[in-house]
């Protein structure tokens, strides 16, 4: 029998951190031997969790990166924007590799990350360090790496469904306009009134117009793929509905391209890459179908009349928005097969 690698994670008792704790329960190669919450510490995790009764009962642990490191061999930070850059250099000065599921080192720029984020930004040095883990499309960089930031839930259904029409110049990156809807577990597990159920339940509410954190990450991506600056207009929305993401994204088409055309692309683009589903033409996808699973959605429909195309991605956000692509990343980053532990089915209906 294999010996596990073993996992610490540090907000264990937010949606991200528990959901990793699911995840990681049905790895054939890793287990978690350490749930971490400086607010929680000494309290078992069931006390906020009682559906993990029989599966997940350790006390939580207070952070302490020495004692991290004595349980640990990898650690992830489920945790707040602003935290993870105060406990990251001491965890990699322990020698524990890391993936971030937090915004903290996705931005390569402190002064960017300040201006969107509102909080210091890391070291840079830390930030230059840590390897953007779109699993997908930096996965060979992934490989080895000690250090990961994992991309936000909004940015992998959005780069997912852009990256290769980008890349091989069949749109106009400058006409990029994204739409994208969110399940309120997005907003995490704190009490707010803009996630209260009388507030949300039957409305569709627009939020952060031209002020997501999100943005510059798409953007940063997206740069660099077309090798020149990339602005684009991306909105959000909060939907009633507990998980999932659709990024609906239109954007002028370059060339006469069909939609079997960028069916064709997308396919060949993501061969082998067994979480990247495109759909056949005239079938769209829908958030129910990628539930609970680590699979992104691709669909597309090409309107010969305006020489535009409309992509549709769409993930279930606390897996591989979150969750789920740590865990591809974390074995991509041991040398397993990328769908080690991943392989479910999506919940339907």
Same mark, same amino acid.
């Given at each position: 029998?294999?010996?596990?690698? @073993?996992?610490?994670?540090?907000?264990?008792?937010?949606?991200?951190? /528990?959901?990793?704790?699911?995840?990681?329960?049905?790895?054939?190669?890793?287990?978690?031997?350490?749930?971490?919450?400086?607010?929680?510490?000494?309290?078992?995790?069931?006390?906020?969790?009682? $559906? !993990? *009764?029989?599966?997940?009962?350790? !006390?939580?642990?207070?952070?302490?990166?020495?004692?991290?490191? %004595?349980?640990?061999?990898?650690? =992830?930070?489920?945790?707040?924007?602003?935290?993870?850059?105060?406990?990251?250099?001491?965890?990699?000065?322990?020698?524990?590799?890391?993936?971030?599921?937090?915004?903290?080192?996705?931005?390569?720029?402190? %002064?960017?990350?300040?201006?969107?984020?509102?909080?210091?930004?890391?070291?840079?040095?830390?930030?230059?360090?840590?390897?953007?883990?779109?699993?997908?499309?930096?996965?060979?960089? +992934? @490989?080895?790496?000690?250090?990961?930031?994992?991309?936000?839930?909004?940015?992998?259904?959005?780069?997912?469904?852009?990256?290769?029409?980008?890349?091989?110049?069949?749109?106009?990156?400058?006409?990029?306009?994204?739409? %994208?809807?969110?399940?309120?577990?997005?907003?995490?597990?704190?009490?707010?009134?803009?996630? $209260?159920?009388?507030?949300?339940?039957?409305?569709?509410?627009?939020?952060?117009?031209?002020?997501?954190? $999100?943005?510059?990450?798409?953007?940063?991506?997206?740069?660099?793929?077309?090798? @020149?600056? /990339?602005?684009?207009? =991306? &909105?959000?929305?909060?939907?009633?509905? &507990?998980?999932?993401?659709?990024?609906?994204?239109? %954007?002028? /088409?370059?060339?006469?391209?069909?939609?079997?055309?960028? *069916?064709?692309?997308? #396919?060949?683009?993501?061969?082998? #890459?067994?979480?990247?589903?495109?759909?056949?033409?005239?079938?769209?996808?829908?958030? @129910?179908?990628?539930?609970?699973?680590?699979?992104?959605?691709?669909?597309?429909? /090409?309107?010969?009349?305006?020489?535009?195309? &409309?992509?549709?991605? +769409?993930?279930?956000? !606390?897996?591989?928005?979150?969750?789920?692509?740590?865990?591809?990343?974390?074995?991509?980053?041991?040398?397993?097969?990328?769908? !080690?532990?991943?392989?479910?089915?999506?919940?339907?209906?």
């Amino acid at each position: 029998m294999s010996i596990k690698v @073993k996992i610490a994670i540090i907000g264990s008792t937010g949606y991200g951190g /528990v959901e990793l704790i699911r995840l990681l329960a049905s790895h054939p190669l890793a287990e978690v031997t350490s749930v971490i919450s400086s607010s929680s510490a000494g309290t078992s995790i069931t006390e906020g969790y009682p $559906h !993990l *009764i029989g599966i997940s009962e350790e !006390l939580l642990d207070d952070v302490d990166p020495a004692a991290i490191k %004595a349980k640990a061999d990898v650690v =992830f930070l489920a945790t707040p924007a602003g935290v993870a850059a105060k406990l990251v250099p001491a965890l990699l000065e322990v020698g524990l590799k890391i993936i971030d599921l937090s915004g903290d080192f996705r931005l390569k720029s402190p %002064a960017l990350y300040e201006q969107w984020y509102k909080k210091p930004a890391a070291d840079e040095a830390y930030l230059k360090q840590a390897v953007f883990g779109l699993a997908e499309i930096y996965g060979d960089q +992934v @490989k080895d790496a000690p250090f990961i930031s994992n991309p936000g839930c909004y940015p992998t259904a959005t780069l997912l469904g852009l990256l290769p029409a980008v890349k091989e110049g069949w749109i106009d990156p400058s006409t990029i306009i994204i739409d %994208a809807k969110s399940g309120v577990s997005g907003a995490g597990r704190g009490a707010s009134l803009g996630t $209260h159920y009388s507030e949300l339940n039957e409305n569709l509410r627009a939020y952060k117009l031209n002020q997501h954190q $999100h943005i510059p990450e798409i953007e940063m991506v997206l740069s660099h793929t077309a090798n @020149k600056p /990339v602005v684009t207009t =991306f &909105t959000t929305h909060l939907v009633p509905m &507990t998980r999932g993401i659709m990024s609906t994204m239109y %954007a002028v /088409v370059q060339g006469e391209r069909s939609t079997s055309d960028f *069916i064709d692309l997308y #396919r060949s683009y993501y061969e082998g #890459r067994k979480f990247v589903r495109i759909r056949p033409e005239g079938q769209w996808p829908s958030t @129910k179908e990628v539930w609970g699973s680590n699979y992104c959605d691709i669909g597309f429909a /090409v309107d010969e009349r305006t020489n535009r195309v &409309t992509i549709v991605s +769409v993930i279930d956000n !606390l897996v591989k928005g979150a969750a789920g692509q740590a865990i591809q990343n974390l074995n991509l980053m041991m040398g397993w097969d990328e769908t !080690l532990g991943l392989q479910f089915v999506p919940v339907y209906p």
